[in-house]
């Protein structure tokens, strides 16, 4: 069958409802197995420590390979770790706001106030931007310190902004196009939220179209 056809039918509140149904499922399975704050939240915090560290590595290999192994190899061992644990404590802070933020938008009544309140998560993946910068910034600064050559927090600062200035202003440059790619691979954790709204939102399509293309064939 011709998938146009169920496409032009496309209604936009029953979808809006196979999604709310699928996100309220989601939450639902959430709380049930979430158990006390007091024991859940470590176990957030880890997990978005060492995803944080799995993106750190998967992101400088791929895109700086020659600083991993090079004369700072050190200097990048070492950042892994602040990388990791500030990059957690945003991710594990945020889980909590988009968890608030998705409960308040199932009680929504119309698609623009259920967007509205989704699309707060693409704010904070914005913001984990500006909080990559930081977090960089300071740890290369700390480890600076550890390794008994002190930098300046805001020298380093400078040179990250410096690189983000030149990624929107010259996206199509090689050095541009790998410190793009670098901070979205480094920025996969802050992003998750917006990837499972798409895919519950695309999955709702799915389901939508699957059953009105069987009404279709039936009819």
Not at 17 to 38: D, H, T, V
Request: aromatic residues 16%; contains cysteine.
């Amino acid at each position: 069958m011709d998938i146009v056809t169920p496409l032009r039918k496309l209604r936009v509140r029953p979808v809006m409802a196979l999604w709310k149904r699928s996100l309220a499922r989601l939450l639902s399975y959430y709380e049930a197995k979430r158990g006390p704050i007091i024991t859940f939240f470590p176990k957030l915090f880890l997990f978005f420590t060492v995803l944080n560290i799995g993106c750190y590595w998967l992101a400088l290999l791929t895109a700086y390979p020659e600083e991993a192994f090079g004369d700072e190899r050190v200097h990048y061992l070492l950042l892994q770790f602040p990388v990791g644990i500030l990059g957690a404590l945003f991710d594990s802070l945020s889980f909590f706001i988009t968890v608030w933020i998705a409960k308040r938008a199932l009680k929504t009544t119309s698609l623009g106030s259920y967007i509205a309140h989704l699309s707060v998560d693409i704010v904070i993946a914005i913001v984990a931007t500006w909080w990559v910068l930081f977090v960089f910034s300071f740890s290369g600064w700390l480890i600076s310190l550890v390794q008994h050559s002190p930098e300046s927090l805001v020298g380093r600062a400078d040179k990250y902004e410096a690189r983000i200035v030149a990624a929107v202003t010259n996206p199509t440059d090689r050095s541009s196009i790998k410190n793009i790619y670098f901070g979205i691979v480094v920025g996969i954790s802050a992003m998750l939220p917006t990837f499972t709204h798409l895919f519950l939102s695309l999955q709702a399509i799915g389901i939508y179209l699957r059953k009105y293309a069987q009404r279709w064939r039936i009819g």
